[in-house]
């Protein structure tokens, strides 16, 4: 199965403590969807911080529609 990644984007100067901080309402959200096998981590870049999830392709409707990702692609293996 096809993995992909969920992209969320943050601006201004607390934007990384924010990206952080957001990963952990990923995690309970998974836990109660039933989100399994994912990985997630935060980006720092010159303008914004990425908070960047990746899961299998069979979540991408529930991911997308309850979270609403900035951006998503699918993972070449």
């Known amino acids: 199965m096809a ?3 969920f992209h969320w984007d943050f601006f201004g100067p607390d934007a990384l403590p924010t990206a ?5 309402h990923l995690d309970q959200f ?3 969807e039933g ?4 990985r997630h981590w935060t980006t720092e870049e010159k303008i914004r911080a ?3 999830m ?4 069979r979540y991408l409707a529930t991911i997308r529609d309850a979270l ?3 951006r998503a692609e699918r993972v070449l293996e």
């Open 30 to 32: 998974c836990m109660h």
């Open 35 to 38: 989100v399994s096998g994912h």
């Open 54 to 57: 990746e899961c299998d392709e």
């Open 50 to 52: 990425v908070a960047t």
């Open 20 to 24: 952080e901080h957001f990963l952990r």
């Open 68 to 70: 609403r990702p900035k």
């Open 3 to 5: 993995r992909l990644r």
